[in-house]
């Protein structure tokens, strides 16, 4: 039996074990004489033990704190019927509890109910997390990291496209430079054409 599946319901005495929830209430089963019963939701009000804080001077703490503290301490536990008693009790057990707002009936529950669970020796613990949800978690925030593209290749390709013109005009400068080299072939002259002066024409007189 798990600590987790422990209920206390409104109007009904002691603990009980919750079997299965339905829409309209639940089937559970008693912890004193092992009853099983369906308990209607519209006329009780189910709380399971996990779910509920005490007040404190600080900060709210889960009844299991009070409840693993009772269990650490080996006090003897006080009469119910005694108030003084209770309050002597759990100011020893766990002093940080806010007593102006804890009444003397909830510190009576408490008592009743560690009693039920160390009769029945339900372990004081809690739900832990399924592993498997633990490593779906890693998973998820490691994909991001996984599919960061580098940025160095985008500069790579552009160094590339940079230096190919430059081997381009190196190519250049060395043609270039050997037609400087060769020398220049001397194209034949030119025949020019003597020209003759036009004759005058006389006149006779």
Not at 89 to 107: E, P
Not at 167 to 173: A, F, L, T
Not at 174 to 198: N, V
Request: aromatic share 6%; hydrophobic share 30%; net charge positive.
């Amino acid at each position: 039996m798990e600590y987790t599946k422990i209920v206390a319901i409104t109007g009904l005495p002691g603990l009980y074990e919750l079997i299965n929830s339905k829409t309209d209430g639940a089937i559970v089963r008693s912890l004193d004489d092992k009853s099983t019963k369906f308990v209607s939701s519209r006329i009780h009000q189910f709380s399971h033990l996990e779910s509920i804080e005490i007040y404190t001077v600080k900060e709210n703490v889960n009844l299991i704190d009070i409840l693993k503290a009772m269990d650490i301490s080996g006090e003897k536990l006080p009469d119910e019927k005694n108030d003084a008693d209770l309050k002597k009790y759990f100011q020893k057990v766990y002093a940080g509890i806010d007593f102006d707002r804890v009444y003397n009936s909830d510190l009576k529950k408490m008592v009743r109910w560690f009693s039920a669970l160390k009769k029945h020796n339900i372990e004081l613990k809690l739900t832990e997390p399924p592993k498997e949800e633990l490593v779906a978690e890693e998973e998820v925030k490691e994909k991001p990291v996984a599919s960061t593209p580098s940025k160095e290749k985008p500069k790579a390709e552009k160094r590339a496209k940079v230096e190919e013109p430059a081997e381009e005009k190196e190519e250049k400068k060395k043609k270039a430079a050997k037609k400087k080299a060769e020398p220049k072939k001397e194209k034949p002259a030119a025949k020019q054409k003597s020209k003759k002066a036009p004759e005058k024409k006389r006149t006779k007189k």
